[in-house]
């Protein structure tokens, strides 16, 4: 059963450049929730994708934007990127209460 | 607005002996918790939970045991391996109200000595 997976691992992008982080969740798992992780924080929530709908949203800016497909997978998109967008990346996938993470993508904006 | 603190950035145990980690929060709505583990280069692993109808929960060597009197809640691991070692977050959310987000602590790093 394989869990949940992101690509691409690393990511390296310059200011005002767009990027698309890619998800797929647990087999079984229909919800999908996006974190932002900077160095010595916990995970900040982004926004939480179900039904192909955006459910519930972080204080995060307008430049970061989702979808979610009808197999569950997910997509994270954020525009006109800012040096401090640099972070840990997750996507965590749920059916309940209990959310697994994936590897993350690690963003590197110079 | 730090909903859910963890104070304590760093802990060192002896291998064998008991580690306990503390988190606390804030909004009295938090009912569902769950501590996760996290190893350098990967995510957050999911490792207990425990919801607010309940004050401990036991999964093996981990159990988390909930203050809500006290908006407190610790993680004890009994006994510790090195294995253990990693950064340990604890995550609140607001489960049976229909919010979906989960608010994280800061983490803090749990070393196991051999």
């Known amino acids: 059963d394989a869990g949940v997976t992101q690509s691409p691992t690393h990511l390296i992008k310059t200011r005002g450049q767009q990027v698309t982080l890619r998800c797929s969740p647990k087999?079984?798992?229909?919800?999908v929730s996006w974190y932002q992780q900077a160095l010595g924080q916990g995970p900040q929530f982004i926004f939480q994708?179900?039904?192909?709908?955006?459910?519930q949203r972080g204080n995060f800016p307008d430049r970061f934007s989702g979808h979610q497909f009808p197999n569950y997978s997910s997509e994270l998109n954020v525009n006109a990127l800012l040096l401090g967008d640099s972070a840990l990346y997750l996507c965590?996938?749920?059916?309940?209460?209990?959310?697994?993470f994936g590897p993350g993508t690690r963003l590197t904006v110079l | 607005d730090q909903q859910v603190k963890q104070n304590s950035p760093s802990l060192s145990v002896q291998e064998g002996r008991i580690s306990i980690l503390n988190c606390d929060y804030t909004?009295?709505?938090?009912?569902?918790f769950l501590w996760y583990k996290k190893y350098p280069a990967e995510g957050p692993t999911f490792l207990i939970s425990?919801?607010?109808?309940?004050d401990k929960n036991e999964d093996g060597r981990f159990t988390v045991f909930l203050n809500k009197s006290a908006k407190h809640l610790s993680l004890h691991i009994v006994p510790s391996q090195p294995g253990d070692s990693a950064v340990y977050f604890c995550?609140?959310?607001?489960?049976?109200?229909?919010?979906?987000?989960?608010?994280f602590g800061t983490g803090t790093r749990l070393k196991v000595l051999a």
């Open positions: 425990i919801s607010s109808i309940k």
């Open positions: 965590a996938s749920s059916k309940r209460n209990e959310q697994f």
């Open positions: 994708y179900y039904e192909e709908e955006e459910r």
């Open positions: 909004n009295s709505m938090f009912d569902y």
């Open positions: 995550a609140a959310t607001s489960a049976y109200s229909g919010t979906y987000k989960y608010i």
């Open positions: 087999s079984g798992h229909d919800t």
